[in-house]
């Protein structure tokens, strides 16, 4: 699986930026789909994911009740829609793919990584 995220770019703080990932390769539907962020001097976290069919996802605390992701199998996308942006939520964006069926939040488990997408919250 190959991935292609977009979307990045420079909001406002209190703004919204939908990110998009393109997945290539065969079996995308069976995958896991994450997205995690690094800011400059930090690991890089977690920061959501979604099950095979897109009926389970799960957040970090950090972002829930403000991010949702999403995907669409026919057309091997995952979104990452994040609202009410934060200064603390800047930092390149990745997405992720993992082959197994449980829906994980840790980086280990991730087989396939995006190139990275960079978000800038200004206050």
Known sequence: VQLQAS???SVQAGGSLRLSC???GRAFSRHVMGW???APGKEREFVAAVS?????T?????VKGRFIISRD???NMVYLQMNSLKP???AVYYCA????RMVLTALRYYDYWGQGTQVTVSS
């Open 7 to 9: 979307g990045g770019g």
């Open 22 to 24: 393109a997945a290539s």
């Open 36 to 38: 995690f962020r690094q």
């Open 52 to 56: 095979w069919g897109g009926g389970s």
């Open 58 to 62: 799960t957040y970090a605390d950090s």
């Open 73 to 75: 199998n026919s057309k």
């Open 88 to 90: 603390e939520d800047t």
């Open 97 to 100: 793919a993992d082959s197994s």
